[in-house]
């Protein structure tokens, strides 16, 4: 139920794990994470060492924790600001939030950048995504919306349309 994509990603013990797609990572690259780690997309070092106004994602607001702000499809967040041991961050919401500098993020956007650009062909797809029809007022009947009634294809019949 996520619309981000997922890596699978081989470490060099042997382990195998998933980590959400960053946006430009292609099958070959090499990430890396932890304090050493480069400031390039798909790296999660600390927030420590990642220079401001970077855009970053998959943020942990408590050490240790695991990411979890900023993971949705096409999210990114951006640094604003160091101070002290907290940075200060502006997430795709538009919300400042303080975060402990020592806390990780993975660097650059969330991949699967085009998600709500879908079509989806018929009314069965949004269906299945649990969305209802969504009814115009125009071609209900007077008694169940102020738009509604008269012959054919009428006006409004008011000063300013009343939506929905």
Partial sequence: NRSAYICLVHYENGEKD???HPRGVVIGDTITSGPRAPISMGNAPPLTGVPLG?????????LGKGGQLARAAGAV???IAKEGRSTTLRLPSGEVRLISENCSATIGQVG???VNNRAFGKAGSKRWLGKRPRV???????VDHPHGGGEGRTPIGRKKPVTP
């Fill in 18 to 20: 998933y980590i959400l």
């Fill in 54 to 62: 970077t855009a970053i994602h998959n943020i942990e607001v408590t």
């Fill in 77 to 79: 967040a951006e640094l």
């Fill in 112 to 114: 699967n950048v085009n």
């Fill in 136 to 142: 115009r007022g125009v071609v209900m009947n007077p």
